[in-house]
């Protein structure tokens, strides 16, 4: 039977959450940190050891990513990741990928990483019933070592981003349980359709700043967007200052407009500025998981420490390859 060796990795949001399904723009990058699949090919039948236990949803999302996928084959494998589970760096999308990836080598099937992101985010809603975006799945399939991909969620559209030596990227987990993740991420995702339909529109995306001034949620959408290009700009410019600047401000707009941050998420963010971050921002969907920060790369070490083992500092990591 055939050899089957692979590896995806998790990701971190720098800017553009909550945008990935209103058509919007994201600015993630695929972290040093992956899940990884080594086994053989069966005729069909799925067996998994998870190293590291997996979470609750491991097994679904493992079944709902054959039924997707449809190849008549199966794995026996093993399943390691080293991306922290239930923290917002995209643990489940990693290990979708990475079965997706280790199913069509075992049926010997290409898709596009397009084609596979989808595969891998109908997947995901099927397992767990949360409607999310594609920015994770797309970014563990292409992401690029020390790239962010600015991703067009509209055309899935990716432009890589390079990431100047001279800024670094920190990720400190709040350690709180995402517990209302799901259920508000549905309800804010619902409300924001139902504001472009009331606008005529096939997306916030469309919607200008004027449209939607009276409404926090879409305001926040509108806005993001706009930081999002801006941002991408400041990042390919190294202007640090500004991209610091727009973290923080994104960071506001997601507790204040968008309400999905907390009170441990607004302290992480104001502690990491404290000691010397120059910007810093909840990613991911909120309501507990990580926080985002950027400082010039000499000093990423010193700020990540400071935070202890639930910190780190991220390299932006080619997407899913073999292992
Ligand atoms: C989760 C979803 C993504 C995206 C973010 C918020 O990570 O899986 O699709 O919507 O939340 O930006």
Do not use: K, W
Request: proline residues 4%.
């Amino acid at each position: 039977m055939r050899e089957i060796d692979v590896r995806a990795p998790g990701r971190v949001n720098l800017i553009g959450d909550h945008t990935d399904y209103n058509d919007g723009f994201v600015l993630p990058m695929a972290i040093d940190r992956d899940c990884h699949v080594r086994g053989r090919a069966t005729d069909g039948v799925l067996i998994l050891r998870f190293l590291d236990g997996g979470d609750a949803n491991s097994d679904r999302i493992a079944h709902a990513v054959q039924d997707v996928l449809g190849l008549p084959v199966g794995l026996d494998a093993e399943v390691h990741s080293t991306v922290p589970v239930g923290s917002g760096l995209s643990s489940s999308s990693a290990l979708a990928v990475a079965l997706a990836c280790a199913l069509c080598a075992a049926g010997d099937a290409t898709l596009q990483p397009r084609e596979l992101a989808r595969v891998c985010q109908q997947a995901e809603t099927e397992a767990t019933g949360v409607p999310s975006g594609i920015m994770d799945q797309l970014t563990s399939v292409a992401g690029r070592a020390d790239n962010a991909l600015l991703i067009d969620c509209r055309s899935l559209e990716i432009r890589p981003v390079p990431i100047p030596s001279g800024i670094g990227v920190i990720v400190v987990d709040s350690r709180m349980p995402r517990t209302l993740a799901g259920s508000a991420y549905a309800e804010r995702r619902a409300a924001c359709e139902q504001v472009a339909a009331r606008l005529g529109l096939a997306a916030l995306r469309d919607a200008t700043l004027e449209q939607v001034a009276d409404d926090p949620r879409a305001r926040h959408v509108v806005t993001e967007n706009a930081r999002v290009l801006a941002a991408a700009d400041a990042l390919a410019a190294s202007d640090l200052a500004e991209l610091g600047r727009l973290m923080l401000e994104s960071h506001a707009s997601l507790r204040d407009d968008y309400e999905v941050s907390t009170p441990e998420l607004d302290a992480l963010v104001d502690a990491l500025v404290e000691a010397g971050a120059t910007g810093a921002r909840l990613t991911g969907a909120g309501f507990g998981g990580c926080v985002v920060a950027v400082s010039s790369a000499e000093e990423a070490g010193r700020i990540a420490e400071e935070f202890g083992e639930r910190a780190f500092v991220a390299r932006a990591a080619d997407g899913a390859r073999p292992g």
